[in-house]
């Protein structure tokens, strides 16, 4: 199994964006999901994340600029983000709890969107 995250790029402060992430492989289930991000020389962040039943918890420091949502499968998690700043620039990993037939319940992470938000 693995996750792709997509939707990262370069925007101007004040904008926003839309990140996704889905995971490719056979598995069985998907249970929580979530969003991280580490800026340049600082230690990995936590951004959002979201269980199956749709509880839905932020880091402080985008709370209430950010949305995490999945789809209806919820195999595809989202993370609206508006009203960005330039210390939102980071790169952006998703990661999931995801049952496998062979390996059970693992947390799976993907490699990463660069978000850069210029001031």
């Known amino acids: 199994v693995q996750l792709q995250a997509f939707g990262g790029g370069l925007v101007q402060t004040g904008g926003s964006l839309r990140l996704s992430c889905a995971p490719s492989?056979?598995?069985?289930?998907?249970?929580?999901m979530g969003w991280y991000r580490q800026a340049p020389g600082k230690q990995r962040e936590f951004v959002a994340t979201?269980?199956?039943?749709?509880?839905?918890n932020y880091g402080d420091s985008v709370k209430g600029r950010s949305t995490i949502s999945t789809d209806n499968a919820k195999s595809t998690v989202y993370l609206q983000m508006n009203s960005l700043k330039p210390e939102d620039t980071g790169v952006y990993y998703c990661?999931?709890?995801?049952?496998?037939?062979?390996?059970?319940?693992?947390?799976?992470w993907g490699l990463g969107t660069l978000v850069t938000v210029s001031s």
């Open positions: 990661n999931a709890d995801i049952r496998t037939l062979t390996y059970g319940r693992n947390r799976y």
């Open positions: 492989g056979t598995f069985l289930s998907i249970d929580d």
């Open positions: 979201i269980t199956t039943s749709g509880t839905t």
